[in-house]
């Protein structure tokens, strides 16, 4: 079976006021349509420029990424980003934020009568319906959230990837979310690729956990298989001997030999 996507050698080089700096180095990896991948490891190790990569916002110096056969070289609606701001268009409500992405990926291919239902069907996804009529800043810092993953889903991209989506919220808040995504993921069964600094949520979340070790020069020092059965339940794992296990591998990992 052919890999979904797959980053191959890909390694990134920048040059900071003259003097070269290279950020990455043979990055290999190879996600499954469906996987829920999580990137982890200390600031500084690229997590951010992975996924920069994989959206086709920086161009690998060395190697490339491929996505069902073909080549990233640029931006595409098939790869959505939800960024840790939510980056909403303060001056457009809930919906409008969510209908401007259906207009912009889908002009000319979707029908303006089917616009309005399917923008509904993905606020509805995220819980965000009954908000749809409000701006930005009437809503809390969760529920842009929410609008931000809504706007990404609504663009049904190949590849879901969210750079610390949830890392500005609060503990509750952030659970919450965490729940709606599981739920989303396994009722979409799409591909996301997640950034996050939470071990427990990488667990949480992931069918893969990707432990970057610390730069220059970074690359993947471990991948970690999670084998836990879906749906999960963040209660039930608590005690979970395999969860704990999983945990304490991500937590060796980033406290021990990392380089």
């Not at 319906?129 to 969760?142: F, N, V």
């Not at 990404?152 to 610390?164: N, Q, R, T």
């Not at 471990?222 to 963040?234: A, G, K, Y």
Request: contains cysteine; negative net charge; hydrophobic residues 40%.
């Amino acid at each position: 079976m052919q890999c979904y996507l797959e980053l191959s050698n890909v390694g990134i080089e920048f040059n900071t006021n003259n003097v070269p700096f290279k950020a990455l180095s043979n990055v290999n990896l190879k996600v499954n349509k469906g996987d829920f991948v999580s990137l982890i490891g200390h600031s500084g190790c690229g997590k951010s420029t992975i996924l920069n990569i994989i959206a086709g916002l920086h161009q690998a110096t060395e190697g490339g990424v491929i996505l069902e056969g073909r080549q990233v070289d640029s931006p595409n609606p098939d790869r959505a980003v939800v960024f840790q701001n939510h980056a909403l268009l303060p001056w457009l409500t809930v919906y409008e934020n969510v209908e401007l992405a259906v207009k912009q990926v889908f002009k000319g291919r979707r029908p303006a009568s089917e616009v309005k239902g399917w923008v509904e069907h993905n606020l509805d996804l995220v819980s965000m319906t009954h908000a749809k009529d409000k701006l930005p800043h009437e809503i809390s810092g969760g529920m842009k959230q929410r609008v931000g993953i809504a706007r990404g889903l609504s663009m049904e991209p190949k590849v879901l990837l969210m750079d610390e989506p949830f890392g500005a919220l609060d503990a509750l808040t952030r659970a919450h979310l965490q729940d709606e995504l599981m739920r989303i993921h396994s009722s979409l069964n799409n591909t996301v690729i997640m950034i996050t600094h939470d071990v427990d949520e990488a667990v949480l979340l992931s069918d893969k956990i990707v432990m970057l070790t610390v730069g220059p020069e970074a690359s993947i020092g471990e991948l970690l298989e999670v084998n836990l059965e879906r749906p999960r339940d963040r209660l039930a794992l608590a005690d979970d001997t395999a969860y704990i296990g999983y945990r304490n591998d991500v937590l060796r990992f980033l406290y021990g030999g990392t380089h």
